[in-house]
Nanobody, 125 residues
């Protein structure tokens, strides 16, 4: 059974940093692009960023560009989201997701077939 498990969330002050991890215990991790999404209180789920299967290209939402970095370690079946200069608006549950593609960096949640359970990130002002 495909399973994506996020970790690394928590409470941080504005301006601080967190690194989220997502471990894949299911299908061949290195065959798929991976994405990060988030859902804040009372908000729709939104795209944060994505990385190709080989890790050679990334894409980010404008709201996080320059502050967040996605990377992956295929030998460890893990994708990371490094979040710097955090803002209260970044408060959300963060989800990793497996894309249906290896190279296309979709920002639409419907392009992703498997999801983790999410990890809470809270940024205090």
């Amino acid at each position: 059974q495909v399973q994506l498990v996020e970790s690394g969330g928590g409470l941080v002050q504005a301006g601080g940093s967190l690194r989220l991890s997502c471990v894949d215990s299911g299908r061949t991790f290195s065959n798929y692009a991976m994405g990060w999404f988030r859902q804040g209180p009372g908000k729709e789920r939104e795209f944060v960023g994505a990385i190709t299967s080989r890790g050679d290209r990334t894409s980010y939402a404008e709201s996080v560009k320059g502050r967040f970095t996605i990377s992956r370690a295929n030998t460890q079946n893990t994708v990371y989201l490094q979040m710097n200069t955090l803002k209260p608006d970044d408060t959300a549950v963060y989800y990793c997701a497996r894309s249906r593609s290896s190279v296309i960096l979709h920002n639409n949640p419907t392009a992703y077939m498997d999801w983790g359970q999410g990890t809470q990130v809270t940024v205090s002002s």
